[in-house]
């Protein structure tokens, strides 16, 4: 199993958790923004302690020293680079390096240093992406409003750049629904893209679990099989782990049991690990019990 497939493990387990304190009001919904309702919220003052430094300094403990030394050497080498060639260069090194350790924080703000020195609809999707997921990841809730609030900046950018991109659109339905901007505007955006690309992972994703934050687990369930039917056709299902828990997640919460239990062992199934399990397991004792 692969670094990737292990932080899906973690990520999966750990969004329901996310789920339960996200600031989505029950009057932010897919049907009220149909009807034209619904509650308007804005991000918090972004707290201005959270840094790329301070979040490297986090993440260093999480990587291991060899890793962990070598971003250290790039750091000092961008700190004493003069040349926009050589810092823009850096930059992308530090932002792929721990991309691939699985840190969107880190990740996040040097995508979007790149993307600054770019300016392209790509690269501000890019650092935008990468913010919502250090967003959704985050353990220190002071950090998220500046995560948010970047990458609200970042798809504002990228929508300007390209009006017609639908990633950059959903991803700022996204953020915006996450607290940094009108939640119903949010909705509005994802399911805009929806409507123009049934395809679209993130947004059809997203759909899912707002939904599932504003009590609609039968909408959730609708989201996450239209989902999997999706990576199905794109051959994506041996891999893709998550529509399948929150959809697992969505029947338990409708006390669909049998379809519970059934869904949660195929996720033992496709991502097969023992901590990850563990867990499955518990949730399963439950249901049965």
């Given at each position: 199993?692969?670094?990737?497939?292990?932080?899906?493990?973690?990520?999966?387990?750990?969004?329901?958790?996310?789920l339960?304190?996200?600031?989505?009001?029950?009057?932010?919904?897919?049907s009220?923004?149909?009807?034209?309702?619904?509650?308007?919220?804005?991000?918090?003052?972004?707290?201005?302690?959270?840094?790329?430094?301070?979040?490297?300094?986090?993440?260093?403990?999480?990587?291991?020293?060899?890793?962990?030394?070598?971003?250290?050497?790039?750091?000092?080498?961008?700190?004493?680079?003069?040349?926009?060639?050589?810092?823009?260069?850096?930059?992308?090194?530090?932002?792929?390096?721990?991309?691939?350790?699985?840190?969107p924080?880190?990740?996040?703000?040097?995508?979007?240093?790149?993307?600054?020195?770019?300016?392209?609809?790509?690269?501000?999707?890019?650092?935008?992406?990468?913010?919502?997921?250090?967003?959704?990841?985050?353990?220190d809730?002071?950090?998220?409003?500046?995560?948010?609030?970047?990458?609200?900046?970042?798809?504002?950018?990228?929508?300007?750049?390209?009006?017609?991109?639908?990633?950059?659109?959903?991803?700022?339905?996204?953020?915006?629904?996450?607290?940094?901007?009108?939640?119903?505007?949010?909705?509005?955006?994802?399911?805009?893209?929806?409507?123009?690309?049934?395809?679209?992972?993130n947004?059809?994703?997203n759909?899912?679990?707002?939904?599932?934050?504003?009590?609609?687990?039968?909408?959730?369930?609708?989201?996450?099989?239209?989902?999997?039917?999706?990576?199905?056709?794109?051959?994506?299902?041996?891999?893709?782990?998550?529509?399948?828990?929150?959809?697992?997640?969505?029947?338990?919460?409708?006390?669909?049991?049998?379809?519970?239990?059934?869904?949660?062992e195929?996720?033992?199934?496709?991502?097969?690990?023992?901590?990850?399990?563990?867990?499955?397991?518990?949730?399963?004792?439950?249901?049965?019990?």
């Amino acid at each position: 199993m692969n670094k990737k497939q292990i932080t899906v493990i973690v990520a999966v387990v750990a969004v329901i958790g996310y789920l339960y304190w996200l600031p989505i009001s029950k009057g932010s919904t897919e049907s009220a923004v149909k009807k034209g309702t619904g509650s308007v919220a804005r991000a918090e003052k972004p707290a201005a302690n959270v840094t790329v430094n301070t979040v490297s300094t986090s993440a260093k403990s999480l990587v291991g020293d060899s890793l962990s030394a070598k971003i250290s050497t790039l750091e000092e080498q961008l700190k004493n680079a003069s040349a926009d060639a050589d810092k823009l260069s850096l930059q992308k090194s530090l932002a792929t390096i721990w991309d691939n350790a699985n840190q969107p924080a880190p990740a996040a703000f040097y995508y979007q240093d790149i993307a600054k020195a770019e300016n392209t609809a790509a690269s501000w999707i890019a650092a935008g992406n990468h913010f919502n997921d250090a967003f959704k990841q985050a353990q220190d809730t002071t950090a998220q409003p500046v995560y948010d609030a970047n990458a609200v900046e970042a798809f504002q950018k990228a929508t300007t750049l390209a009006p017609d991109n639908l990633d950059a659109q959903a991803g700022l339905g996204i953020a915006y629904v996450n607290g940094g901007g009108p939640p119903m505007q949010g909705i509005g955006l994802l399911l805009g893209v929806v409507a123009k690309d049934p395809n679209n992972r993130n947004a059809v994703l997203n759909l899912g679990l707002f939904a599932m934050k504003s009590g609609q687990f039968d909408k959730a369930v609708d989201r996450f099989k239209s989902l999997i039917v999706i990576e199905q056709k794109n051959k994506l299902l041996k891999t893709d782990v998550e529509p399948y828990f929150y959809l697992a997640e969505s029947y338990k919460q409708l006390g669909m049991k049998k379809e519970a239990i059934d869904t949660y062992e195929k996720c033992k199934e496709m991502m097969p690990d023992p901590t990850f399990d563990q867990k499955i397991d518990e949730y399963i004792k439950e249901l049965k019990n």
